[in-house]
């Protein structure tokens, strides 16, 4: 882009064939996470992609440019990382926005008042309060329904629906949905399917190869992977979903900062490895806690007592790092939770680092009570985000934590 030297043309050809070999689906994961859009710099053959911090491009002359503009609109940092995440999820284009909420309205943005969305009971806590609280007075309509059976979305499909949202594991509760048997639903009423794969990343779950129209994450989670950074991506599959999306990057402005997106681009080179591990040490623990007197019951679809463990196997390449557990009531997690020295005690996920909640209080307290209850949510619950620490050190940290129970 800035020195047509054989280093630019190598670079060139270097990520031309590796979009000809995504395509073909010839390349493997790990190598597409650490080559797709992080082809060394051509100017220089820095083996690290440069940040671009800068507002505008000078232009050579009027109507003659390099291929930006305003950074708004576009960043060079920022089209390295939606040429990786759209590799990563086998889709055409992935828009990045500010973070995974602004990526959530930004697809909302696609629709128009009077068009209805069917959604899952149980999304990621911020999803219902956009929906509720500020996108209702926009004149969208929202239908919430228990997912895991397509049959409830088939029902709740009308005339004037436009989505179906999902979210797969549910967050606390680790409950699936069939991806690809909605997809069909969809498929057959004309209805766009967005699923959102924070919770797996698209290390253990395609949901594009499943059926799905778009796919949505927080990129501040695994695919980061640092918590270091907030994020969001859209990852689209026609054409038409690109072009609304990027026109609304530059209309909204919710875009992520290059430094964010490079960030992101670090993050995701070890995205591999972190999950294989993730899911290593997820395994070791839910068995852990399965097998605790003091636990009372243990929620992660790697468990063969998991209710849809057939589908987990069949739709994720590895059960991941999210493990909820009951330990009974509110005062035996408040002490399991003061207690806990390796885990450590706070929101989000998908960190190197363990990090341990509480549900009711923390990520699900907007709910209520009564909304909490509905879809099963307990005030004893508990729920980790294992990281890639020495597993004996986290199981360690959590035995000693029970025994204050
Ligand atoms: C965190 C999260 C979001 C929201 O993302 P932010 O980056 O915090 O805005 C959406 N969906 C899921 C499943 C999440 O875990």
Not at 185 to 199: G, H, I, S, W, Y
Not at 326 to 339: D, F, H, M, Q
């Amino acid at each position: 882009m800035v020195c047509a030297g054989a280093g630019a043309r190598a670079a060139a050809t270097l990520v031309w064939s590796l979009k000809l070999m995504t395509k073909n689906d010839q390349i493997g994961f790990a190598t597409r996470a650490i080559h797709v859009g992080q082809e060394p710099d051509a100017e220089t053959g820095a083996v690290s992609p440069p940040i671009h911090p800068t507002s505008t491009y000078v232009q050579q002359e009027l109507g003659k440019n390099k291929g930006y503009e305003y950074a708004r609109t576009s960043n060079p940092t920022r089209t390295r990382l939606e040429q990786n995440l759209a590799a990563l999820e086998g889709g055409i284009a992935a828009p990045v926005f500010a973070s995974g909420m602004a990526a959530i309205n930004a697809i909302c943005t696609m629709y128009k008042s009077g068009d209805h969305i069917v959604c899952g009971h149980n999304l990621y806590g911020g999803v219902p309060r956009l929906f509720n609280q500020v996108l209702v007075d926009f004149g969208l309509e929202f239908t919430y329904v228990d997912t895991s059976e397509p049959r409830n979305v088939e029902r709740a499909i009308r005339k004037n629906t436009r989505m179906v949202y999902v979210e797969t594991p549910t967050n606390p509760l680790m409950v699936l949905s069939d991806i690809a048997a909605i997809s069909r639903v969809c498929r057959q009423k004309k209805v766009e399917l967005v699923v959102d794969n924070t919770f797996m990343s698209p290390y253990f779950q395609q949901p594009i190869a499943l059926g799905a129209d778009m796919v949505v994450h927080s990129t501040t989670k695994f695919l980061n992977g640092h918590s270091d950074g907030l994020g969001g991506v859209v990852v689209c599959t026609r054409r038409d979903q690109v072009e609304k999306l990027k026109f609304i990057q530059k209309c909204a402005g919710a875009i992520l900062s290059p430094f964010e997106c490079w960030l992101v681009l670090r993050g995701v080179k070890t995205l591999a490895v972190r999950m294989e591990q993730h899911d290593r040490n997820g395994r070791f623990v839910a068995d852990f806690l399965a097998r605790h007197k003091k636990v009372k019951k243990v929620f992660y679809p790697g468990l063969p007592e998991h209710p849809q463990y057939e589908l987990a196997q069949r739709q994720m390449g590895g059960f991941g790092a999210m493990i909820t557990f009951e330990t009974g009531s509110l005062s035996n997690a408040k002490k399991l939770l003061k207690r806990v020295r390796v885990c450590s005690l706070g929101e989000s996920l998908g960190g190197v680092e363990t990090l341990i909640s509480h549900p009711a209080t923390m990520t699900h307290a907007a709910l209520g009570e009564k909304g909490r209850r509905a879809i099963g949510i307990t005030d004893g619950m508990v729920r980790i985000s294992v990281g890639i620490e020495n597993v004996e050190d986290i199981i360690r940290d959590l035995d000693d934590a029970l025994s204050a129970i």
